[in-house]
T-cell receptor, first 113, second 114 residues
Framework: AQKVTQAQTEISVVEKEDVTLDCVYE???????LFWYKQPPSGELVFLIR??????QNEISGRYSWNFQKSTSSFNFTITASQVVDSAVYFC??????????FGAGTRLTVKP | GAGVSQSPSNKVTEKGKDVELRCDPI?????LYWYRQSLGQGLEFLIYFQGNSAPDKSGLPSDRFSAERTGGSVSTLTIQRTQQEDSAVYLC????????????FGSGTRLTVV
Protein backbone atom coordinates (compact mmCIF):
# COMPACT_ATOMS: atom_id res chain seq x y z
CA ALA A 1 0.00 0.00 0.00
CA GLN A 2 1.11 3.52 -0.64
CA LYS A 3 0.71 6.36 1.75
CA VAL A 4 1.72 10.00 1.89
CA THR A 5 1.77 11.88 5.17
CA GLN A 6 1.87 15.63 5.49
CA ALA A 7 1.91 16.12 9.22
CA GLN A 8 1.59 19.90 9.10
CA THR A 9 -2.05 20.78 8.60
CA GLU A 10 -1.56 24.54 8.64
CA ILE A 11 1.45 26.83 8.71
CA SER A 12 1.42 30.57 9.09
CA VAL A 13 4.47 32.72 8.44
CA VAL A 14 5.24 36.36 7.89
CA GLU A 15 6.39 37.51 4.49
CA LYS A 16 10.10 36.97 3.78
CA GLU A 17 10.38 34.09 6.24
CA ASP A 18 11.60 30.74 4.96
CA VAL A 19 9.21 27.83 5.38
CA THR A 20 9.58 24.07 4.95
CA LEU A 21 6.67 21.78 4.19
CA ASP A 22 7.22 18.20 5.23
CA CYS A 23 6.26 15.10 3.28
CA VAL A 24 6.86 11.50 4.32
CA TYR A 25 5.84 8.60 2.14
CA GLU A 26 5.47 4.84 2.31
CA UNK A 27 5.75 2.46 -0.61
CA UNK A 28 7.02 -1.02 -1.35
CA UNK A 29 7.78 -0.09 -4.93
CA UNK A 30 11.39 0.42 -5.90
CA UNK A 31 10.38 2.68 -8.77
CA UNK A 32 8.11 5.54 -7.96
CA UNK A 33 7.63 9.23 -8.52
CA LEU A 34 7.08 12.00 -6.04
CA PHE A 35 5.27 15.23 -6.79
CA TRP A 36 4.36 18.52 -5.24
CA TYR A 37 1.25 20.42 -6.28
CA LYS A 38 0.02 23.87 -5.29
CA GLN A 39 -3.67 24.66 -4.91
CA PRO A 40 -4.20 28.42 -4.69
CA PRO A 41 -7.52 29.91 -3.53
CA SER A 42 -8.78 29.69 -7.11
CA GLY A 43 -8.89 25.92 -6.61
CA GLU A 44 -6.99 24.62 -9.60
CA LEU A 45 -4.11 22.27 -8.84
CA VAL A 46 -0.78 23.42 -10.24
CA PHE A 47 2.07 21.00 -10.84
CA LEU A 48 5.34 22.13 -9.21
CA ILE A 49 7.84 19.31 -9.42
CA ARG A 50 8.33 15.62 -10.15
CA UNK A 51 11.17 13.52 -8.77
CA UNK A 52 11.83 9.86 -9.56
CA UNK A 53 13.01 7.40 -6.97
CA UNK A 54 16.46 7.01 -8.52
CA UNK A 55 17.29 10.68 -8.46
CA UNK A 56 18.09 11.98 -5.02
CA GLN A 57 19.67 15.15 -6.26
CA ASN A 58 18.11 18.14 -4.61
CA GLU A 59 16.53 20.71 -6.85
CA ILE A 60 16.23 24.46 -6.67
CA SER A 61 13.92 26.56 -8.76
CA GLY A 62 13.96 30.21 -7.87
CA ARG A 63 12.70 30.52 -4.30
CA TYR A 64 11.60 26.87 -4.24
CA SER A 65 13.80 23.94 -3.30
CA TRP A 66 13.15 20.29 -2.69
CA ASN A 67 15.06 17.84 -0.50
CA PHE A 68 14.53 14.18 -1.37
CA GLN A 69 15.97 11.65 1.08
CA LYS A 70 15.21 7.99 0.43
CA SER A 71 16.81 6.97 3.73
CA THR A 72 14.06 8.76 5.62
CA SER A 73 11.37 8.45 2.90
CA SER A 74 10.95 12.18 2.86
CA PHE A 75 10.48 14.76 0.13
CA ASN A 76 10.39 18.14 1.81
CA PHE A 77 9.67 21.44 0.11
CA THR A 78 11.20 24.75 1.17
CA ILE A 79 10.09 28.20 0.12
CA THR A 80 12.73 30.85 0.70
CA ALA A 81 11.74 34.45 1.38
CA SER A 82 8.04 33.63 1.27
CA GLN A 83 5.58 35.99 -0.36
CA VAL A 84 1.86 36.55 0.12
CA VAL A 85 1.24 34.94 -3.29
CA ASP A 86 2.67 31.70 -1.92
CA SER A 87 -0.43 31.33 0.26
CA ALA A 88 -2.09 28.12 -0.87
CA VAL A 89 -2.61 24.50 0.02
CA TYR A 90 0.35 22.36 -0.98
CA PHE A 91 -0.01 18.67 -1.72
CA CYS A 92 2.68 16.04 -1.84
CA UNK A 93 1.88 12.97 -3.93
CA UNK A 94 3.31 9.56 -4.75
CA UNK A 95 2.89 7.64 -7.99
CA UNK A 96 3.90 3.99 -7.98
CA UNK A 97 3.51 0.83 -9.97
CA UNK A 98 -0.21 0.53 -9.29
CA UNK A 99 -0.59 3.51 -11.61
CA UNK A 100 -2.42 5.95 -9.48
CA UNK A 101 -1.35 9.03 -7.62
CA UNK A 102 -1.85 9.07 -3.87
CA PHE A 103 -1.97 12.48 -2.27
CA GLY A 104 -1.19 13.65 1.22
CA ALA A 105 -3.83 15.58 3.12
CA GLY A 106 -2.20 18.87 2.21
CA THR A 107 -0.61 21.70 4.16
CA ARG A 108 -2.34 25.07 4.16
CA LEU A 109 0.28 27.80 4.04
CA THR A 110 -0.67 31.34 4.94
CA VAL A 111 1.87 34.07 4.33
CA LYS A 112 1.00 37.30 6.09
CA PRO A 113 2.25 40.66 4.87
CA GLY B 1 -8.33 20.37 -26.08
CA ALA B 2 -5.73 22.57 -24.48
CA GLY B 3 -6.62 21.56 -20.95
CA VAL B 4 -8.81 19.22 -18.95
CA SER B 5 -12.39 20.40 -19.10
CA GLN B 6 -14.99 19.52 -16.50
CA SER B 7 -18.68 20.23 -16.55
CA PRO B 8 -20.70 21.49 -14.92
CA SER B 9 -18.49 23.74 -12.84
CA ASN B 10 -21.16 23.90 -10.16
CA LYS B 11 -24.06 21.60 -9.45
CA VAL B 12 -26.69 21.88 -6.76
CA THR B 13 -28.96 18.89 -6.43
CA GLU B 14 -31.57 17.60 -4.08
CA LYS B 15 -30.83 14.66 -1.84
CA GLY B 16 -31.83 11.43 -3.54
CA LYS B 17 -31.36 12.64 -7.11
CA ASP B 18 -28.79 11.24 -9.53
CA VAL B 19 -26.03 13.43 -10.95
CA GLU B 20 -23.56 13.05 -13.79
CA LEU B 21 -20.22 14.79 -13.84
CA ARG B 22 -18.27 15.02 -17.06
CA CYS B 23 -14.56 15.15 -17.74
CA ASP B 24 -13.00 15.86 -21.12
CA PRO B 25 -9.26 15.10 -20.89
CA ILE B 26 -6.41 16.51 -22.89
CA UNK B 27 -6.41 15.04 -26.36
CA UNK B 28 -4.14 12.02 -26.55
CA UNK B 29 -3.92 11.47 -22.80
CA UNK B 30 -4.61 7.81 -22.19
CA UNK B 31 -4.90 7.92 -18.41
CA LEU B 32 -7.76 9.63 -16.61
CA TYR B 33 -8.28 9.96 -12.88
CA TRP B 34 -11.13 11.09 -10.64
CA TYR B 35 -10.54 12.53 -7.20
CA ARG B 36 -12.84 14.01 -4.58
CA GLN B 37 -11.93 16.91 -2.34
CA SER B 38 -14.25 17.63 0.56
CA LEU B 39 -14.22 21.06 2.16
CA GLY B 40 -10.82 21.69 3.72
CA GLN B 41 -9.69 18.15 3.05
CA GLY B 42 -7.08 16.50 0.88
CA LEU B 43 -7.64 14.64 -2.34
CA GLU B 44 -9.39 11.29 -2.13
CA PHE B 45 -8.70 8.93 -5.01
CA LEU B 46 -11.86 7.55 -6.60
CA ILE B 47 -11.04 5.75 -9.83
CA TYR B 48 -8.50 5.53 -12.60
CA PHE B 49 -8.90 4.70 -16.30
CA GLN B 50 -6.25 3.50 -18.68
CA GLY B 51 -7.94 3.80 -22.05
CA ASN B 52 -11.52 2.70 -21.49
CA SER B 53 -10.80 0.22 -18.75
CA ALA B 54 -10.67 0.90 -15.03
CA PRO B 55 -8.00 -1.31 -13.41
CA ASP B 56 -8.54 0.29 -10.04
CA LYS B 57 -12.02 1.00 -8.70
CA SER B 58 -11.01 0.63 -5.09
CA GLY B 59 -11.57 4.26 -4.25
CA LEU B 60 -15.24 4.46 -5.11
CA PRO B 61 -16.87 5.11 -1.73
CA SER B 62 -20.05 3.11 -2.32
CA ASP B 63 -22.04 1.30 -5.01
CA ARG B 64 -23.90 4.56 -5.63
CA PHE B 65 -20.79 5.75 -7.45
CA SER B 66 -19.91 4.56 -10.93
CA ALA B 67 -17.79 5.84 -13.78
CA GLU B 68 -17.26 5.08 -17.39
CA ARG B 69 -15.05 6.23 -20.18
CA THR B 70 -15.82 5.86 -23.84
CA GLY B 71 -13.63 6.16 -26.90
CA GLY B 72 -10.61 6.62 -24.68
CA SER B 73 -11.67 10.18 -24.14
CA VAL B 74 -14.60 11.62 -22.20
CA SER B 75 -15.41 10.17 -18.80
CA THR B 76 -18.60 10.43 -16.79
CA LEU B 77 -18.81 9.99 -13.04
CA THR B 78 -22.33 9.15 -11.91
CA ILE B 79 -23.59 9.42 -8.37
CA GLN B 80 -26.96 7.81 -7.75
CA ARG B 81 -29.32 8.73 -4.92
CA THR B 82 -27.06 11.55 -3.77
CA GLN B 83 -26.50 12.12 -0.07
CA GLN B 84 -25.35 15.25 1.70
CA GLU B 85 -21.97 13.68 2.42
CA ASP B 86 -21.40 13.52 -1.33
CA SER B 87 -21.02 17.31 -1.35
CA ALA B 88 -17.47 18.02 -2.47
CA VAL B 89 -15.37 19.20 -5.37
CA TYR B 90 -14.84 16.42 -7.87
CA LEU B 91 -11.56 16.77 -9.72
CA CYS B 92 -10.54 15.05 -12.90
CA UNK B 93 -6.97 14.72 -14.14
CA UNK B 94 -5.40 13.25 -17.22
CA UNK B 95 -1.90 12.24 -18.17
CA UNK B 96 -0.03 10.46 -20.89
CA UNK B 97 0.66 6.80 -20.16
CA UNK B 98 3.11 7.66 -17.46
CA UNK B 99 2.82 10.95 -15.61
CA UNK B 100 6.40 11.95 -16.24
CA UNK B 101 5.26 15.55 -16.17
CA UNK B 102 2.60 15.06 -13.64
CA UNK B 103 -1.10 15.13 -14.07
CA UNK B 104 -3.05 18.01 -15.54
CA PHE B 105 -6.08 18.74 -13.44
CA GLY B 106 -9.37 20.25 -14.46
CA SER B 107 -10.98 23.03 -12.48
CA GLY B 108 -13.37 20.62 -10.84
CA THR B 109 -17.11 20.32 -10.35
CA ARG B 110 -18.41 21.66 -7.06
CA LEU B 111 -21.33 19.44 -6.06
CA THR B 112 -23.70 20.56 -3.35
CA VAL B 113 -26.41 18.20 -2.17
CA VAL B 114 -29.21 19.95 -0.32
Amino acid sequence: AQKVTQAQTEISVVEKEDVTLDCVYETRDTTYYLFWYKQPPSGELVFLIRRNSFDEQNEISGRYSWNFQKSTSSFNFTITASQVVDSAVYFCALFGLDNDMRFGAGTRLTVKP
Amino acid sequence: GAGVSQSPSNKVTEKGKDVELRCDPISGHTALYWYRQSLGQGLEFLIYFQGNSAPDKSGLPSDRFSAERTGGSVSTLTIQRTQQEDSAVYLCASSSRQPWGGYTFGSGTRLTVV
